[in-house]
């Protein structure tokens, strides 16, 4: 059996772990289980919802815990308990909503289970959207902030989806409006997310470190996006792979090969074995 050198890695799953076909390859599935099988902790760590993700973990034959929606929610992916379930109150919830929908812009809001949104469901890009993460949304009316409002729903995040042209400046804006009271960041180049603040995927290495009894110096972090952040600063080595936005590889202790050329794979080889 090899000796592990960093003991946990916690992967993001969109843009890092799986490649731009929603696959994983048998290079990475094989680097996984080898690490696995010598005592190491791989967890993915997303920002999508507990039942779009459950199912992906249970494929990849991975025990033990993972991360969603941000790091609001923790569960065991065997079981499906629920470990943490964080969010926020629906005041703060519709108060986003209010804002968004201000500037005119499509909703999605993730409670638990549910997905609700304000996109009309023959949308191309809600339906694209929907393939992908496995769940349909349910159309809340136009009004969303008074639909969550009206059924006082605890949630655990809020997306915008928008033009890749239009997301930076749409980013800028509503991190001024919403910032110093929520997490403002982006998961995708269509996605911009709001959370609870201070909740988020560096708060969950922290967590998984701490419940595997793990030094964080010996974690390892991987990402491609601005909500990859937190926890690859957290992290002992923070990776972002090829493929992975200018700022997160700013920040990175090393940048990998890109999620379609199997990083993962490439980061436990070099990285997880002593």
Avoid: W
């Avoid at 201000?102 to 339906?127: R, W």
């Avoid at 709001?194 to 969950?204: T, V």
């Amino acid at each position: 059996m090899k000796e592990l050198n960093y003991r946990l890695i916690a992967s993001d799953f969109d843009g890092t772990l799986i490649d731009d076909n929603q696959q994983i390859s048998q290079k990475v599935r094989a680097a996984i289980s080898d690490y696995v099988a010598c005592g190491g902790v791989f967890c993915v760590c997303t920002g999508r919802m507990l039942r779009s993700i459950l199912p992906q973990t249970r494929d990849l034959g991975l025990k033990g815990l993972v991360i969603a929606c941000q790091g609001t929610v923790i569960a065991d992916i065997e079981s499906g308990k629920i470990i943490k379930f964080g969010g926020m109150k629906y005041e703060d919830v519709a108060h986003i909503c209010r804002t968004l929908e201000e500037l005119n812009q499509p909703i999605n809001v993730y409670c638990g289970d549910a997905l609700y949104t304000n996109i009309p469901k023959d949308n191309p890009y809600l339906q694209t959207y929907e393939r992908i993460v496995c769940v349909e949304a349910e159309y809340s009316g136009n009004k969303i902030s008074e639909f969550i409002a009206e059924n006082k729903l605890f949630c655990q995040k809020v997306a915008v989806l928008v033009a890749p042209n239009e997301r930076e400046a749409l980013y800028i804006k509503l991190v001024k409006l919403l910032g110093n009271k929520f997490d403002v960041t982006c998961s995708a180049s269509v996605l911009i997310e709001i959370s609870p603040l201070g909740d988020n995927k560096g708060e969950a290495v922290k967590f998984l470190a701490g419940h595997y009894g793990i030094p964080i110096e010996k974690t390892i972090a991987m990402g491609d996006n601005l909500n990859d952040l937190s926890m690859i600063k957290a992290a002992g080595l923070g990776v972002a792979v090829a493929n992975a936005t200018d700022k997160l590889k700013e920040a990175a202790d090393f940048i990998s090969i890109s999620n379609n050329d199997g990083a993962a794979a490439q980061i436990i080889e070099k990285f997880g074995f002593a």
